[in-house]
């Protein structure tokens, strides 16, 4: 009986979630204030082809705006910091997360998000502290190459503002891992990724703090074709550095490929969280959509057209990864551009038509 009712949540998806849904008006209502037909194009590429850049978190001091991003070279994920005055012209600043050789869990992957936002939509996209500390969670890992396993969840934390270039301090141990007592069917393959981490206020789910991110995991037998499947769920924690697991199931999945990468904002009384999806049954590529929440907990898919999707040259093989925000009356959403020679940048969408970019990828023959 449990295989059975295993499976008929593996096949039916987010839309098995029918507990408090946002009506199909909302859903619309927001599809409508946040998309970007109008594409910029890229803002931010790797200075060479050995290097790949990726995930970018967008916040707000004073008078200018700060991006972190990663950068993947043949070693892993380090986490860098970028500047702007407009949003769309930016500059890289330097490295806040770096490789260590101290023998430590996290030596060759520091992959980090920005932690408690102001999730206000089309407000300051402030950084807000707790304990006297700003917080960032990473993905970490000790062992060289590409996402290679185990991947576990870390939290960094740092008393200096978050705009200015330091290498922040970490916790000793991950957060979260595959190992834990208490780890899920969807997250038991020894790959945890990304996480957005927020704070509410409310205490929806009895916490302040809760955490979304994704996962690999399957606990059926011999069944290895979704083995490698991702899935949003949810920790929550009430300090920052003891986190939990909440539900057994993840809170948005789809039946094939990937659903990760969650970030949230509150737009007109409704949670929304933006996410992307890669290699699904019924759409090609990598792409940007959304689910909305009353409660932090049971999230309702929009299924009408992708926020962003491949549709340039920079982005003809994915359009994935999104940070979206609201802006003196203009919707910017960036994300992950990559070209079909694996080359990767920060590209944004606009609500606006605002001109197009002139920068490129470096030519493959450039080093």
């Not at 500390?133 to 000790?142: C, D, E, I, T």
């Not at 740092?158 to 780890?183: C, F, G, M, N, Y």
């Not at 003809?316 to 079909?340: D, M, T």
């Amino acid at each position: 009986m449990k295989i059975i009712l295993f499976l008929i949540f593996i096949v039916s998806g987010v839309q098995a979630q029918t507990a408090n849904p946002v009506s199909a008006k909302t859903m619309e209502e927001i599809y409508q204030e946040v998309k970007t037909p109008y594409k910029y194009g890229l803002v931010m590429v790797p200075e060479d082809n050995q290097h790949k850049m990726d995930c970018p978190t967008v916040f707000r001091k004073g008078k200018f705006w700060y991006m972190t991003y990663l950068i993947f070279s043949g070693r892993g994920y380090e986490t860098w910091l970028a500047k702007s005055k407009d949003l769309l012209h930016w500059e890289n600043l330097g490295k806040i997360m770096s490789f260590g050789d101290a023998g430590h869990w996290d030596d060759n992957q520091k992959a980090g998000y920005n932690a408690l936002q102001n999730t206000a939509w089309g407000g300051n996209y402030a950084l807000n502290k707790f304990d006297g500390k700003y917080w960032m969670s990473y993905f970490g890992g000790k062992e060289k190459g590409y996402e290679v396993e185990p991947l576990s969840i870390g939290m960094a934390y740092t008393q200096k503002h978050p705009s200015i270039v330091q290498e922040w301090s970490r916790l000793d141990q991950p957060v979260l891992t595959s190992a834990d007592a208490d780890v899920r069917w969807w997250e038991n393959r020894n790959k945890l990724f990304k996480s957005t981490v927020i704070e509410d206020k409310q205490k929806l789910t009895g916490h302040p703090f809760v955490m979304y991110y994704n996962a690999v995991g399957d606990s059926l037998a011999n069944n290895k074709k979704t083995r490698w499947y991702e899935r949003i769920g949810m920790a929550v924690s009430d300090d920052m550095v003891h986190w939990q697991r909440f539900n057994e199931n993840p809170v948005v999945h789809h039946p094939v490929g990937i659903t990760g990468d969650a970030v949230i904002q509150k737009i007109n009384g409704t949670w929304v969280m933006f996410y992307f999806g890669a290699f699904w049954q019924d759409r090609k590529g990598a792409f940007n959509r959304f689910a909305a929440s009353n409660d932090l907990v049971n999230w309702t898919d929009w299924t009408g057209n992708n926020l962003v999707e491949s549709s340039e040259k920079y982005d003809e093989l994915y359009a994935h990864k999104s940070f979206v925000l609201k802006y003196k009356g203009v919707v910017y959403h960036f994300y992950c551009a990559v070209n079909k020679q694996d080359q990767r940048g920060i590209a944004v969408a606009t609500s606006k038509d605002l001109g197009k970019s002139q920068l490129n990828f470096v030519s493959e023959t450039d080093k």
